[in-house]
């Protein structure tokens, strides 16, 4: 049986892609590798109550074929049609799906910057923290639900790093219990001044950066900008972050360090795209103006091989709102509609916006003097900055590839998703788009004989 379309991935811009093209008469399979419904903006505990926000698009998934637990590794060409491999659920078993057409929206993952101490336990991605709080009811630092723990339980949790998710992060740990003393933000929220037309254009971006900085001073939660966290302490685990002042370039000001104490620290540095799929059929990608890849797409969110739709934050990050215009675009040009003036002019104003933010919101050159020789820059590898810089002086690597074929960087269970962005910094380039035949572990037995290989 072939499908008219395959979605893969249940997030703001999949789950709208699938609702739409189904009310258009298409047959749709939405794929996912996680068991409910939403992505990770939207994730909520098993048996929990969908979140509102999500609720119109699931109710609109009458007559999708929803398979959840389905990770897609593989997609490839097969004649005219698409054959999508995946592994389902704990026991890792193969799955087929043949489709005439895929829409690609899989989302994006965390960027991490390392730090001297940050693979202390105790520090948790931003995302992860907020993840566990949604999904699993605890609080980072104390393991337990902050409806259980008394007060003084819950723990100090500062947030750090830099992106707009920091502020989300911050309001809803302090809105769950948690002591949250600092929002440690390296990036200078004046930068967002230089793009004043496009906040005009946006006023709900700006009431809802309001409403999250009324959260912060109710709660007692200072606002460091243009600081960052450039070390963790601790001995079983963090108990004290040192914040420091940055430059314009991010590179720590000398004489401006202060030390916090904590129980957790719940720091990223913004979202970059996942894109192996993607790119393991060949699709051509841009620069966004953070620094990061992203998917190239047209004004009907094809990307550069024909019968292949992308949406969401494989085209850059730029919210959920971004992603449902993108989704629905996407469908419409699927099943061979242009979409409406207003829905277009919607994707246009927002993708404006999100280039702003991730204008404002670049790492700068400098953050690389944080790191001493001894910090771990690949944690599963356990390579450090010093064995890194090595590669690039004395050995004479040029690029992340050849670095990590000197030093294993990037050889290990994540495949560079954590420490990619710092190794292609060390070596003094922009990280490249993640390309690799796998887009997760497969068990050899699938790949001796995929189903539908036949």
Same mark, same amino acid.
């Given at each position: 049986?072939?499908?008219?379309?395959?979605?893969?991935? +249940?997030?703001?811009?999949?789950?709208?892609?699938?609702?739409?093209?189904?009310?258009?008469?298409?047959?749709?399979?939405?794929?996912?590798?996680?068991?409910?419904?939403?992505?990770?903006?939207?994730?909520?505990?098993?048996?929990?109550?969908?979140?509102?926000?999500?609720?119109?698009?699931?109710?609109?998934?009458?007559?999708?074929?929803?398979?959840?637990?389905?990770?897609?590794?593989?997609?490839?060409?097969?004649?005219?049609?698409?054959?999508?491999?995946?592994?389902?659920?704990?026991?890792?078993?193969?799955?087929?799906?043949?489709?005439?057409?895929?829409?690609?929206? !899989?989302?994006?993952?965390?960027?991490?910057?390392?730090?001297?101490?940050?693979?202390?336990?105790?520090?948790?991605?931003?995302? #992860?923290?907020?993840?566990?709080?949604?999904?699993?009811?605890?609080?980072?630092?104390?393991?337990?639900?902050?409806?259980?723990?008394?007060?003084? /339980?819950? #723990?100090?949790?500062?947030? +750090?790093?830099?992106?707009?998710?920091?502020?989300?992060?911050?309001?809803?740990?302090?809105?769950?219990?948690?002591?949250?003393?600092?929002?440690?933000?390296?990036?200078?929220?004046?930068?967002?001044?230089?793009?004043? *037309?496009?906040?005009?254009?946006?006023?709900?971006?700006?009431?809802?950066?309001?409403?999250?900085?009324?959260?912060?001073?109710?709660?007692?939660?200072?606002?460091?900008?243009?600081?960052?966290?450039?070390?963790?302490?601790?001995?079983?685990?963090?108990?004290?972050?040192?914040? !420091?002042?940055? =430059?314009?370039?991010?590179?720590?000001?000398?004489?401006?360090? %202060?030390?916090?104490?904590?129980?957790?620290?719940? $720091?990223?540095?913004?979202?970059?795209?996942?894109?192996?799929?993607?790119?393991?059929?060949?699709?051509?990608?841009?620069?966004?103006?953070? #620094?990061?890849?992203?998917?190239? $797409?047209?004004?009907?969110?094809?990307?550069?091989?024909?019968?292949?739709? *992308?949406? &969401?934050? !494989?085209?850059?990050?730029?919210? *959920?709102?971004?992603?449902?215009?993108?989704?629905?675009? /996407?469908?419409?040009?699927?099943?061979?509609?242009?979409?409406?003036?207003?829905?277009?002019?919607?994707?246009?104003?927002?993708?404006?916006?999100?280039?702003?933010?991730?204008?404002?919101?670049?790492?700068?050159? &400098?953050?690389?003097?944080?790191?001493?020789?001894?910090?771990?820059?690949?944690?599963?590898?356990?390579? !450090?900055? =010093?064995?890194?810089?090595?590669?690039?002086?004395?050995?004479?690597? %040029? =690029?992340?590839?050849?670095?990590?074929?000197?030093?294993?960087?990037?050889?290990?269970?994540?495949?560079?998703?954590?420490?990619?962005?710092?190794?292609? %910094?060390?070596?003094?380039?922009?990280?490249?788009?993640?390309?690799?035949?796998?887009?997760?572990?497969?068990?050899?037995?699938?790949?001796?004989?995929?189903?539908?290989?036949?």
């Amino acid at each position: 049986m072939t499908t008219d379309l395959a979605v893969v991935g +249940a997030g703001p811009a999949g789950l709208a892609a699938a609702a739409t093209a189904a009310g258009l008469g298409l047959d749709v399979t939405l794929l996912d590798a996680a068991e409910r419904p939403g992505g990770q903006i939207y994730r909520h505990p098993a048996g929990g109550p969908v979140p509102r926000a999500v609720r119109p698009l699931v109710r609109r998934l009458t007559g999708v074929r929803h398979l959840p637990g389905h990770h897609v590794w593989s997609v490839v060409p097969d004649g005219d049609t698409w054959l999508l491999h995946a592994v389902v659920g704990p026991d890792e078993a193969p799955a087929a799906v043949r489709a005439r057409a895929v829409l690609l929206a !899989t989302g994006a993952y965390e960027r991490q910057l390392p730090f001297p101490g940050w693979t202390l336990p105790g520090v948790v991605g931003a995302g #992860g923290a907020q993840a566990m709080l949604k999904s699993g009811g605890v609080l980072p630092g104390t393991g337990i639900s902050p409806a259980r723990a008394k007060p003084r /339980a819950r #723990g100090r949790i500062v947030v +750090a790093g830099s992106g707009p998710l920091l502020l989300a992060v911050a309001t809803t740990l302090a809105a769950a219990g948690a002591r949250v003393p600092a929002l440690v933000e390296a990036a200078d929220y004046t930068a967002y001044a230089r793009h004043t *037309a496009t906040l005009v254009r946006n006023p709900a971006k700006l009431a809802q950066g309001a409403l999250h900085g009324g959260a912060l001073l109710r709660h007692s939660t200072r606002l460091l900008t243009r600081h960052a966290v450039t070390a963790a302490h601790g001995t079983t685990r963090v108990e004290a972050v040192t914040v !420091t002042r940055l =430059d314009a370039d991010w590179r720590p000001v000398p004489g401006t360090q %202060r030390r916090i104490p904590c129980d957790a620290l719940a $720091v990223g540095h913004g979202l970059v795209p996942q894109l192996e799929l993607a790119t393991g059929l060949g699709c051509a990608t841009r620069r966004t103006p953070d #620094g990061t890849p992203a998917l190239d $797409v047209d004004t009907e969110q094809r990307t550069s091989v024909p019968g292949v739709w *992308a949406a &969401g934050e !494989t085209c850059g990050i730029g919210g *959920a709102e971004l992603a449902r215009a993108q989704g629905e675009i /996407a469908a419409l040009s699927i099943a061979g509609h242009h979409p409406p003036g207003a829905l277009a002019r919607r994707r246009a104003r927002l993708s404006a916006f999100a280039d702003a933010m991730a204008a404002a919101h670049r790492p700068g050159p &400098g953050w690389t003097d944080w790191l001493d020789g001894a910090t771990q820059v690949c944690r599963c590898e356990e390579v !450090t900055a =010093d064995r890194v810089r090595e590669a690039v002086t004395d050995l004479g690597a %040029r =690029d992340a590839r050849t670095v990590k074929l000197l030093t294993r960087a990037g050889m290990g269970w994540c495949q560079g998703r954590m420490c990619g962005p710092a190794v292609a %910094r060390l070596a003094g380039e922009e990280q490249a788009p993640d390309r690799r035949p796998l887009s997760c572990p497969v068990p050899l037995s699938q790949l001796a004989q995929p189903p539908g290989a036949e």
